[in-house]
């Protein structure tokens, strides 16, 4: 492996910005790598779809099919959050990190750059001993929109291993929890605030009391919600009439999970009622939870080719969703691999190039480890 090919990369790659559905110029990035290496690469229309630049990226090496081996997808996401533009990277005692007043983008270009690494050491065998492919997936952090609208049609593998996780390499996380959004339209009746406020109803009163009544942050060892957005009102001098509020719940439990959301229907509807107003509730599945025992095949190896490498491996539950919960709700069996990157979504963030090269030799292991399976 080149480890300063690597690290070249991955700081080509941060320096592009890429915010959900504006990948264009990351895409045309990747496409360039992968078509210097003579490798397979299709384009889905997601983005066409979503109204973005580009659509997900595949790529395939067919390496030995054999019906007792399985076929690995590997997957990362181009997009970040921002701020992602004049992202000016920094290497000090052996970590990459941005200049200061930007996010750097490891979460999820060093999983970009890993595999493309790894894509340019597998073209130069004569054949891999599995066939594996890689998807780049866009608008991951706009709500795995990338994921849920990637052409399937493309992919064929038994198993998926999408790198996006904050714990060390060789760490996974093969637990993650549903996720229910909802969005509550607080209606009352508008009225002068200072002439005639007795002819209003306060569409803000009706959110905060609803609110109030709201069980908020980690409800159990299993379970959290939130209320995250709220806006309504024109001026302190008019009584609001409408107000929206956006909120959340997530769970690895179905029924407590239903719980969490209908205690926010009940709360909204009950003060609305109180109140003299009404209400409008919407909800969506934003994605379904996972769960990958230690036994299956996925998992068994990881940790052998981490093994090979002097690495440990720890197994962990998250509260978060990843481009994981979508394959998985497609049937494929996935878990997310540890990266080493720290403080992720700010502007402190920063990863070890020993981590760097420690995920692209683990992606590598994982391809090459021969698990009889």
Do not use: W
Request: proline share 4%; hydrophobic share 40%; net charge negative.
């Amino acid at each position: 492996m080149d480890k300063d090919r690597l690290v070249q990369t991955f700081i080509d790659l941060v320096r592009i910005p890429s915010p959900g559905l504006r990948e264009g110029a990351v895409a045309a990035y990747i496409k360039g790598k992968v078509a210097s290496l003579g490798l397979e690469i299709a384009e889905d229309d997601a983005g066409r779809k979503l109204g973005g630049e580009t659509g997900n990226l595949v790529v395939t090496v067919p390496g030995k099919a054999r019906a007792s081996k399985p076929r690995l997808l590997f997957a990362a996401h181009m997009d970040t959050v921002g701020p992602c533009e004049g992202v000016e990277p920094k290497v000090d005692n052996g970590r990459v990190h941005s200049a200061g007043d930007t996010i750097l983008g490891a979460d999820d270009k060093a999983g970009v750059a890993a595999l493309l690494d790894v894509l340019a050491d597998s073209s130069k065998d004569d054949e891999l001993p599995v066939p594996v492919q890689v998807v780049f997936t866009i608008a991951e952090e706009t709500g795995l929109l990338g994921a849920k609208n990637l052409d399937f049609s493309l992919v064929s593998a038994d198993m998926a291993y999408v790198l996006d996780g904050e714990s060390v390499p060789g760490d996974a996380t093969t637990q993650a929890p549903s996720h229910i959004g909802y969005t509550v339209v607080c209606k009352g009746v508008a009225a002068h605030a200072g002439v005639a406020p007795e002819r209003g109803v306060n569409a803000i009163r009706i959110a905060g009391e609803a609110i109030a009544e709201l069980r908020l942050g980690r409800l159990d060892d299993e379970t959290t919600a939130n209320v995250g957005i709220i806006k309504g009102g024109v001026a302190t001098n008019v009584v609001p009439e409408q107000v929206e509020v956006r909120g959340e719940a997530r769970s690895h439990n179905a029924t407590k999970l239903r719980e969490a959301v209908d205690q926010a229907r009940d709360a909204f509807e009950s003060a609305a009622k109180r109140l003299g107003g009404s209400i409008e509730f919407r909800e969506q599945i934003e994605y379904e939870t996972y769960k990958v025992g230690d036994d299956q095949p996925i998992v068994k190896r990881l940790k052998a080719a981490a093994s090979s490498l002097g690495l440990e491996t720890s197994l962990h539950s998250s509260g978060g969703g990843s481009d994981a919960n979508i394959f998985a709700a497609k049937g494929l069996p996935s878990i997310v691999l540890g990266m080493g990157a720290d403080d992720v979504h700010t502007k402190n963030e920063s990863i070890s190039i020993d981590d760097l090269v420690k995920t692209a030799r683990l992606v590598q292991s994982i391809i090459e480890v021969d698990t009889g399976q």
